[in-house]
T-cell receptor
Framework: AQRVTQPEKLLSVFKGAPVELKCNYSYSGSPELFWYVQYSRQRLQLLLR??SRESIKGFTADLNKGETSFHLKKPFAQEEDSAMYYC???????????????FGRGTQLTVWP | DGGITQSPKYLFRKEGQNVTLSCEQN?????MYWYRQDPGQGLRLIYYSQIVNDFQKGDIAEGYSVSREKKESFPLTVTSAQKNPTAFYLC??????????FGEGSWLTVV
């Protein structure tokens, strides 16, 4: 069963427009959620995590437990935001403190000039 | 330069051959992971290791094998039993419970 759903495979906006990348998760406990980003020809890197409640590169994401969502938002998109974005849910393995990530299928964001 | 190093970056394999992808980290992380990335499928976990000399199967372990003889190294062997091995492979590591960091990846193509 898909634990993390990103309904949009592709998303295009114009520079300066608001952007929202959707993410829904399936987990009955207390989730730990992340957004990872992969720019062209670069490694996958952490963008932000919900427990930090921070804004990175103008992006924010709020955990909504009622809607089981963790949508990524930015009020004014920039061309350099064009990348592949993955939402991920971290679950602990067995009784250990090891966390493994379940990834969504990713959303390719293109910001047009 | 600290981080996770994967090699080779590009690899071609003939059908029926085994191939090993290298992953080394100098972050002193206990946990290491191998993911497979396919277009439209996201990342899927192949194997993970919590500690030296221990590893566990992930969601798509069939046709793959790993070893963890040293803390800094977690090589992945793609065997001839893997039916569809052409993919992008990502190695990752983390300190227990903390952020997972990724390598740059290795492209494997079966010819």
């Amino acid at each position: 069963a898909q634990r993390v759903t990103q309904p949009e495979k592709l998303l295009s906006v114009f520079k300066g427009a608001p952007v929202e990348l959707k993410c829904n998760y399936s987990y009955s406990g207390s989730p730990e959620l992340f957004w990872y980003v992969q720019y062209s020809r670069q490694r996958l890197q952490l963008l932000l995590r919900h427990i930090s409640r921070e804004s990175i590169k103008g992006f924010t994401a709020d955990l909504n437990k009622g809607e089981t969502s963790f949508h990524l938002k930015k009020p004014f998109a920039q061309e350099e935001d064009s990348a592949m974005y993955y939402c991920a849910l971290k679950l602990l393995v067995g009784g250990s403190t090891l966390g493994r990530l379940y990834f969504g299928r990713g959303t390719q964001l293109t910001v047009w000039p | 330069d600290g981080g996770i190093t994967q090699s080779p970056k590009y690899l071609f394999r003939k059908e029926g051959q085994n191939v090993t992808l290298s992953c080394e980290q100098n972050l002193n992380h206990d946990a290491m992971y191998w993911y497979r990335q396919d277009p439209g499928q996201g990342l899927r976990l192949i194997y993970y290791s919590q500690i030296v000399n221990d590893f566990q199967k992930g969601d798509i372990a069939e046709g793959y094998s790993v070893s963890r003889e040293k803390k800094e190294s977690f090589p992945l062997t793609v065997t001839s039993a893997q039916k569809n091995p052409t993919a992008f492979y990502l190695c990752a590591s983390s300190e227990r419970g903390n952020t997972i960091y990724f390598g740059e990846g290795s492209w494997l193509t079966v010819v």
